[in-house]
């Protein structure tokens, strides 16, 4: 670019005759495989690149300036989520690597496909510069994310770069996805192109074709669901595809299936008349379970003691586990993020967009050879109906208890906005409120929700990650954004404001790090101390941040602290006008702790 303006725009320029340098050939690579956006935290360690992608690329992919290399992963991951899409970051050499560990780590966590690149000094001792190319380069430099990263390769010459770029896209979008690494040698990168590189071909496959589950591992799992009396799908990342959503619904209505979407990504509508996740009463009754592409089986339908650390099981002793999905080979042996294996009695190795076809097939060639079997579904189907109006009428009468609090509470705040965007065509970028959005909004189309949050220090990475994958498409994307995230990286929201993100943070500001405080809680209850001390080292006041007048600060809308709930709606209301101008607008609204 000069002055604004794309140098083929330049007069004088000609891309054809611009002199090549290898770190060219990495932005062919990235336009090649289609990479739209890339988050950077700037760093000299890849100048080279840099140069190459705002020159010889003509800023493509179009490059997002982050304050953090923590939020550069977690825009692209958020991207990723969203889109369905692989985005690209870079981070600042070993240094910048390390910054980003943590968020490298959650998208591995959440299978989220994204492409970190990052540099070296260089390798060669005779081209460093004093101390600083020095204390940044390592003799392995990729170990330091080997454990949470799906690839990762550092290039020694550029006739290495096309064959290891192809592998690492490959690998991180193959199921289940997960980040990918790879670092590029400083001098590698500012070195001029001598030789001819061989690309890719038009039209090879960038990655495998999905894996198709053994349909003999499938019917006995379409059986014991038909036949059991209370069946379940506990559905975790399913959603993550194109169509996957549509499937599942039909997967559960052919089979008359109860639902418990685990919320990884949004895989069932939330108010179909067979979800009833969260609904651990349900559960007690189950005697089969299909886990669809789920991690973690113990969490939703175990009771846990966090004061003790004991674990109840809700479930009857002699409920039938199967799975179908990715768990067997999306284990490793460093972090412990697989859970607690509970015993299978069936299990079918494969992709659920290609098994759940398969499984509508064959139930309703079962079906269709069995009335009595198909009037054993319809009477399934209409128990779990009835419970799930009940469950739903049970949630929202619980939100109206202690509804004109000031603070507010967290079912009044869900409802306050969900009142506001229901008539749009909107998207919940994160956080649910400790599940309350969940309760209380009609979560029906497959956008809706890519999926729960997760450690401190991702949401509001994430969340812009989501606005950014839905940036011109007329979407109102929606963050529940706590303020203890936001303290770790405030500086997200001047990216927001310079790449204008139309997004709507609303501020779930319960002044605390609340999660933590409520362990200090129990302890002090368990053992007898003042539990009127629990705050301390947990609170987030005196002083209290003003997060409207931070926003402002950094260049977007910014409102609040309301603490009123008559309040809310008009200052909702405000801050959409702003985001459908294609600018991002900040409520700050007090909540109580819980």
Same mark, same amino acid.
Do not use: C
């Given at each position: 670019?000069?002055? =604004?303006?794309? %140098?083929?725009?330049?007069?004088?320029? /000609?891309? $054809? *005759?611009?002199?090549?340098? #290898?770190? /060219?050939?990495?932005?062919?690579?990235? #336009?090649?495989y289609g990479f739209k956006y890339v988050a950077i935290n700037p760093g000299a360690s890849f100048r080279g690149l840099h140069d190459s992608i705002v020159n010889y690329g003509d800023n493509s992919p179009n490059m997002l300036v982050c304050q953090h290399e923590e939020t550069a992963v977690q825009i692209a991951h958020g991207y990723a989520r969203a889109s369905g899409e692989p985005m690209a970051c870079i981070v600042h050499d070993l240094v910048g690597l390390l910054h980003g560990q943590m968020a490298i780590y959650y998208a591995f966590v959440d299978r989220a496909p994204v492409f970190v690149i990052g540099a070296t000094g260089p390798m060669d001792e005779s081209r460093r510069r004093p101390r600083s190319d020095w204390s940044h380069t390592a003799m392995n430099q990729g170990e330091a994310v080997r454990n949470f990263t799906k690839f990762d390769y550092q290039p020694h010459t550029i006739h290495g770069v096309v064959d290891s770029f192809q592998r690492a896209y490959s690998s991180m979008v193959t199921e289940p996805a997960g980040p990918i690494y790879m670092c590029y040698d400083a001098m590698l990168q500012e070195e001029k192109l001598t030789a001819d590189i061989r690309m890719p071909a038009p039209g090879t496959a960038l990655a495998p074709a999905p894996m198709q589950a053994d349909p003999a591992a499938l019917e006995p799992i379409v059986d014991a669901l038909l036949a059991a009396e209370c069946p379940y799908i506990m559905a975790e990342y399913s959603g993550r595809h194109e169509g996957s959503f549509d499937k599942l619904v039909e997967l559960a209505e052919t089979l008359g299936v109860a639902v418990w979407d685990l919320n990884g990504s949004l895989c069932f509508p939330g108010r179909h008349p067979q979800n009833l996740s969260m609904c651990t009463e349900n559960l007690r009754k189950t005697d089969a379970i299909l886990a669809l592409d789920a991690r973690d089986?113990?969490?939703?339908?175990a009771k846990l003691d966090s004061t003790s650390r004991?674990?109840?099981?809700?479930?009857?002793? $002699?409920?039938?586990?199967?799975?179908?999905?990715? @768990?067997?080979?999306?284990? =490793?042996?460093?972090a412990l993020d697989y859970g607690r294996y509970l015993t299978k009695s069936h299990s079918a190795l494969g992709d659920p967009r290609l098994a759940m076809p398969q499984m509508v097939a064959i139930a309703k060639a079962k079906l269709a050879a069995s009335p009595e079997l198909q009037a054993r579904v319809d009477a399934r189907k209409a128990m779990f109906a009835e419970r799930s109006t009940a469950l739903f009428a049970k949630w929202e009468a619980q939100a109206l208890v202690?509804? $004109? *609090?000031s603070p507010l509470t967290l079912p009044r705040l869900a409802q306050e906005v969900w009142d506001v965007i229901k008539d749009e065509d909107w998207v919940l970028?994160?956080?649910?409120?400790? /599940?309350?959005?969940?309760? %209380?909004?009609?979560? $029906?189309?497959?956008?809706? @929700?890519p999926g729960r949050s997760l450690g401190t220090s991702t949401e509001i990475g994430l969340s812009l990650g989501c606005a950014l994958a839905h940036k011109d498409t007329g979407k109102l994307v929606v963050a529940l954004q706590p303020d203890g995230d936001l303290m770790f990286d405030a500086g997200a929201l001047w990216t927001a404001a310079k790449h204008r993100l139309p997004i709507l943070i609303v501020m779930f500001n319960n002044r605390a790090y609340?999660? /933590?405080?409520? @362990?200090?809680?129990?302890?002090?209850?368990?053992? =007898?101390?003042?539990?009127?001390?629990? @705050?301390i080292g947990m609170d987030i006041f005196d002083p209290e941040p003003d997060f409207g007048a931070i926003a402002r600060g950094m260049g977007m809308y910014g409102e609040g602290p309301i603490e009123n709930p008559a309040d809310v709606? *008009?200052?909702?209301?405000?801050a959409i006008a702003v985001v459908k101008s294609g600018k991002p607008a900040l409520v700050d609204i007090i909540t109580q702790h819980r």
């Open positions: 670019m000069e002055d =604004g303006k794309p %140098l083929d725009a330049v007069p004088g320029y /000609d891309r $054809d *005759a611009y002199e090549k340098y #290898q770190s /060219d050939v990495i932005v062919d690579l990235m #336009q090649h089986w113990e969490k939703a339908t004991t674990v109840v099981s809700h479930l009857k002793p $002699d409920v039938l586990w199967m799975e179908v999905g990715f @768990h067997e080979i999306g284990i =490793g042996s460093w202690n509804r $004109d *609090a970028s994160n956080g649910t409120l400790k /599940d309350w959005a969940r309760k %209380l909004w009609n979560f $029906d189309k497959p956008y809706q @929700h609340y999660n /933590d405080w409520e @362990h200090q809680i129990r302890v002090a209850r368990q053992r =007898g101390t003042d539990e009127s001390k629990a @705050h709606a *008009a200052a909702l209301r405000r």
